[in-house]
């Protein structure tokens, strides 16, 4: 069989369940080994940028600025998936702030 199977646990469906247990029966059945391993997934600033509707230069200002974390690869900058979430979450609550600030100066007129 001699074949791979890439999965995110942190959006398991019921669909990945039945696809890891056919995986792993199908190798139980040809007497393979598996083998289990890990790794962060790391994104370039250019898909961050574009995952967040914004260009690479202003991700690389927010990398500088330290707003964002990134880990350098060689010369080049890439941010984890979690960090990204991270950071999607943070700019996803400031607008939500903004949002609700601005209606209650509309609504009360402060």
């Given at each position: ?6 999965i ?8 990945d369940w039945e ?6 029966n199908?190798?139980?059945?040809n007497?393979?080994l598996?083998?289990?391993?890990s790794?962060?997934?790391?994104l370039?600033p250019a898909?961050?940028?574009r995952?967040l ?9 927010r990398i500088?600025?330290g707003?964002?974390t990134?880990?350098k690869?060689?010369?080049h ?6 960090e990204?979430e991270?950071y999607s979450?943070?700019?996803m609550r400031?607008m939500?702030d903004?949002s609700?600030?601005d ?8």
């Amino acid at each position: 069989m001699s074949s791979s199977l890439t999965i995110n646990p942190a959006d398991l469906s019921d669909d990945d369940w039945e696809a890891i247990q056919a995986f792993l029966n199908a190798a139980k059945e040809n007497g393979e080994l598996v083998e289990l391993s890990s790794r962060v997934e790391l994104l370039t600033p250019a898909e961050v940028a574009r995952r967040l509707g914004m260009s690479r230069s202003t991700v690389l200002r927010r990398i500088a600025d330290g707003d964002l974390t990134a880990t350098k690869v060689g010369t080049h900058h890439r941010i984890s998936l979690a960090e990204f979430e991270r950071y999607s979450h943070e700019l996803m609550r400031r607008m939500a702030d903004a949002s609700a600030a601005d209606i209650e100066v509309e609504l009360l007129g402060e």
